[in-house]
């Protein structure tokens, strides 16, 4: 059974340009969550998609968006790129309702130089 | 607002030892709790994961507590190897449904 998959791994950007980073749950799994993790702030909650809908969203500015598609793969974009967005992206997948195990993929690592 | 703490944020400890590592949490109406282990540079590898209903769970070497009413939630490593030394991040779900996570405890076996 393949986990969960995250892609790019590596990626640098420059300040100003946008990213877009993409996740494949484990099949099977509907709910997808993104996590942005930095040695400052530890991991930090982005949002979390349920078949194809939004369900819930953290503290984070507008420039952060996601979606989810009919087959539960999820990307998220991040527009106008600051330099406080270097961070390793996360992103988690659910199958049990909202209280089941969370696994986690790789993560993306992003640079914004 | 829930707030996670896991003190101390770094342990190093000969090989062979039993460990508890900590977890503290501010809001006892939790969903469950979980245990992640994660390498560097890597993500996070689930270990345990503890329902609001249940006491504790068991993994091989790994055992976990959940104590609702003081807010805690300790993970006991049996005769720790160096293959442990990674960091240890427990999370809850709580109210909003969303996890928060533990800044992390850094843990160094030393063969």
């Known amino acids: 059974k393949a986990g969960v998959t995250q892609t790019p791994r590596y990626l640098i950007k420059t300040r100003g340009q946008q990213v877009t980073l993409s996740c494949s749950p484990i099949?099977?799994?509907?709910?997808v969550s993104w996590y942005q993790q930095t040695p400052g702030q530890g991991l930090q909650f982005l949002f979390e998609?349920?078949?194809?809908?939004?369900?819930n969203k953290g503290n984070f500015p507008g420039r952060f968006s996601g979606r989810q598609f009919s087959n539960s793969r999820s990307e998220m974009n991040v527009s106008t790129l600051e330099l406080g967005d270097s961070a390793l992206y996360l992103c988690?997948?659910?199958?049990?309702?909202?209280?089941?195990?969370?696994?986690f993929g790789e993560g993306s690592r992003l640079t914004v130089l | 607002k829930q707030e996670v703490t896991q003190i101390p944020a770094a342990l190093s400890v000969p090989e062979g030892e039993n460990l508890v590592l900590n977890c503290s949490f501010t809001?006892?109406?939790?969903?469950?709790l979980q245990w992640f282990r994660q390498d560097p540079g890597k993500g996070l590898t689930s270990l345990l994961l503890?329902?609001?209903?249940?006491r504790e769970q068991t993994s091989g070497r790994l055992n976990a507590s959940l104590d609702k009413s003081s807010g805690r939630s300790t993970l006991y490593i049996a005769a720790s190897q160096p293959g442990d030394s990674a960091t240890y991040l427990c999370?809850?779900?709580?109210?909003?449904?969303?996890?928060?996570f533990g800044k992390g405890m850094k843990l160094t076996v030393n063969p």
């Open positions: 999370a809850a779900v709580s109210g909003s449904e969303k996890l928060v």
């Open positions: 988690a997948s659910q199958g049990q309702g909202s209280t089941g195990e969370l696994f």
């Open positions: 998609y349920f078949s194809e809908t939004q369900r």
């Open positions: 503890i329902q609001s209903s249940q």
């Open positions: 099949s099977g799994h509907r709910s």
């Open positions: 809001d006892s109406a939790i969903y469950n």
